[in-house]
Structure formats: C-alpha cells, structure tokens
C-alpha cells in the first residue's frame, strides 16, 4: 500500500534527522523550536531572509561562534566587537549588546519575552509570523550591518 510506505519513509525520514541534529551542539535551539520535516515558506531573495536563516541554524557568526571554527584562537576572540563587554553570542547579539540597542524592535522582544533570554530568542527566531516576521527579519538585518 502507497500510503502505508510513505508514511514509513517519513518516519525513517524524521528519525534520521533528528539523529542528524543531534550530532551537534550548533543546532541547539533548531531542534528545540524546528519539532518536524516540512517546507517553511519565510525566506526570499533579501538579505534579511539570509541573516533570518543563519540566525536560525546558529550559522550567523557572531564572535563565540566563530571561536569554535577557529584554530588558534584566544579567549578574548569570544568579545563582542562593539560592547567589548561579555562573550557575543546569538543572544547577547539579539538581546544584550548595548552599542546595538537603538537597532531593536523592543516592543517585538517584549510580545516574544520567554522565561529567559535563550528561550526568548527561541521565541523571537521561530515563532513569529506575518509582519512580526517581516520586522525580525528587518531588526537582525540593520543590527548585522551595525555590528559590521
């Protein structure tokens, strides 16, 4: 039966990538947030889609991630740019930096506000819709062209 097949396919499917996921660390807050294999229509031809993106998959590379890809790397390389005050990570990127303040949409962070600043930025990257989308999109994209 065709149904039947497809059905198991897909569960081989999703069993293989969350054992996929898994693997790595980087995709943390993904599995939390991305629970099922399905196409996401969010994501077009701008930069904003792209920054959206690698800011969902962990990909964007803030300072404490791309100390992990480095070889040779110092401590002080974690150091956000701007603030120079604590490590840059995704959430000190969308939530904390000082120097980045006047480029948030702090009314979309507090209608997104979690139990904490990671679950908050879960929140943020994965859970809006429509032109709260559209403004996620937009404040990652003027915060990234600040930063660089």
Known sequence: NRTELRK??????????????EKLKSLEMYRKYKTEIKEVRIYDNRISSQWLFRARSNSLKVNQRSYFLKTGHKEEDKICGLCKKE?????????????LGGKRNKEL???????????????????????????????INNMWVTRE
């Open 109 to 139: 962070i507090k209608k997104y506000k979690g139990r904490n600043g990671k679950e908050t930025v879960g929140l943020l990257l994965f859970e809006t819709k429509g032109e709260d989308l559209e403004s996620i999109k937009e404040m």
């Open 8 to 21: 198991k396919v897909r569960e081989i499917d999703k069993r293989y990538w969350i054992n996929e996921m």
């Open 87 to 99: 490590e840059e990570s995704l959430e000190h990127f969308i939530l904390k930096c000082k120097d």
